[in-house]
């Protein structure tokens, strides 16, 4: 009550109203994929406190790292040298496809990273014009906003000179499914809504609050075909779909073989440590080398301490292998509810990134945010966290720390159809 009393006097409206549950909930306790309120009842956090959470709640090896790290020094500006980021920039790289010099910024969140990432790409194309997605989500700041299609998340005074295209969404997209009506509205937006040259694309490889919408095949090469024909770069987000999340390989957009000019990452790349970074390819992460953008914490010890140790966690823990397997199988159980359930029009995703869709008819696939809200509340009665999301708050979405086990996809399905069967009894 005093945590809540707090909080509804002293926050504004823009952070204190951004609460999902209809009754407060104040976790005290977090360990690899559970929670624990503060009465201590158990959860399953299949929110990865919105998909920061990448190896686990508190993982000891990341914990133990950022604590080592934080006892010696906990800050170093990064106009001096410090070993940490330096090894864990050299880290990063050699995670990116091979072939290419690669060059790393870190800040502290996504949505600075994509403000360097729109800065490089003007600067080194010498174009302003940017393209995005409409159903796109890429971060709070003035400039992140301006790339960000979902109208909630855009205020007043955003900077200009953004074209969005369609969103390629195989269940509800404006073309139907396929790829190449998507291809070929970027090609009209380039000749109709820009200056026919533009600085580049941004795109995340599987939507994440656009309700996991992943990009078709051929979807993102072909992307990155178009707009470098027309002087741009093609700029992966992936904010949400990074670290092994989906499954099949480190990065997202690896899975349509496609070699981004720009990587922008952030929240699974700390565990819960405020850390994000820029990955460019040489030449353009070089190109700012005359201007200084300086990210007072960029490069900060203490959050790259932890971030090398979530490298270390995907590696010897094989998180990614194991976000295929559990998330394969959570797939497939997902399926099976919607035989069973009226209300799911949709299951789809990859790996441990996925979601089902809510819809009042199959046939007209008119979303339905009543029975999503209402399942979403039943599940956190169940104890267990799941994610609103999409353009018309029709989706669930799952993205849970990359540990989940097939023990706890038992629990997830089981709740989630008593959900179903209760909300629509
Ligand atoms: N890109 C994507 C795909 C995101 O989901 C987010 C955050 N939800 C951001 C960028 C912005 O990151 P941050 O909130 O750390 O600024």
């Known amino acids: ?13 823009s952070q204190r109203k951004f609460v999902p549950f209809k009754d407060p909930l104040v976790f005290r306790k977090g360990s690899m994929q559970y929670l624990w309120d503060a009465e201590g009842k158990k959860y399953t956090d299949l929110l990865g406190m919105n998909v920061c959470i990448s190896v686990g709640h508190s993982h000891p090896t990341v914990v133990n790292a950022a604590m080592a790290q934080a006892q010696e020094l906990t800050h170093c500006t990064t106009m001096f040298y410090h070993p940490v980021p330096a090894h864990f920039a050299e880290e990063l790289a050699a995670t990116m496809p091979q072939g290419e010099e690669w060059v790393v910024h870190f800040t502290n969140s996504g949505s600075e990273a994509i403000d360097l990432a729109m800065v490089m790409a003007r600067t080194y194309t010498g174009n302003l014009d940017l393209l995005a997605l409409r159903t796109a989500y890429h971060g709070p700041t003035s400039a992140a906003q301006s790339l960000t299609g979902i109208a909630g998340f855009r205020h007043p005074g955003m900077p200009g000179n953004v074209a969005f295209v369609a969103e390629p969404n195989q269940y509800r997209g404006i073309f139907g499914p396929g790829t190449e009506p998507y291809l070929d ?12 040259r533009v600085a580049g694309i941004f795109v995340e490889s599987v939507q994440g609050y656009g ?16 707009v470098r024909a027309a002087g741009g770069l093609y700029i992966a987000d992936e904010v949400q779909s990074g670290f092994g999340r989906t499954g099949d390989n480190m990065w ?16 699974g790349i700390g565990n819960g440590f405020p850390l994000g970074a820029v990955v460019a390819k040489k030449a353009i992460g070089d190109v700012m080398a005359e201007k200084f953008m300086f990210h007072t914490y960029g490069a900060n010890p203490t959050s790259c301490a932890a971030g090398r140790a979530v490298l270390q966690v995907i590696r010897e823990e ?10 394969g199988a959570l797939l497939a159980r997902l399926k099976d ?21 809510m819809v009042k008819d199959r046939r007209t696939r008119e979303p339905d945010a009543g029975v999503t809200a209402a399942v979403f509340e039943n599940c956190r009665a169940q104890g267990l966290i799941l994610s609103k999301s999409g353009p018309h708050r029709s989706v669930l979405r799952m993205v849970p720390p990359m540990c989940l086990s097939m023990a706890d996809v038992e629990v997830v399905a089981e709740g989630i159809d008593r959900a179903f069967t209760e909300v629509t009894a």
């Open 1 to 13: 009550e005093e945590t809540a009393r707090r909080r509804n006097t002293y926050y504004a409206a």
């Open 318 to 327: 094989k998180t990614q292998e194991n976000a295929r397997q559990v998330g």
């Open 211 to 226: 309700g996991i919408v992943e990009m078709p095949r051929g979807y993102m090469s072909g992307a990155a075909e178009r």
């Open 185 to 196: 509205e970027i090609e009209r937006t380039i000749a109709s809504a820009t200056t026919g």
């Open 252 to 267: 997202g957009f690896e899975a349509d073989g496609v070699v981004p000019d720009i990587v922008v990452m952030a929240k």
């Open 337 to 357: 509810l919607q035989q069973k359930h009226a209300s799911i029009g949709d299951v789809r995703g990859r790996g441990l990134m996925l979601a089902i869709e």
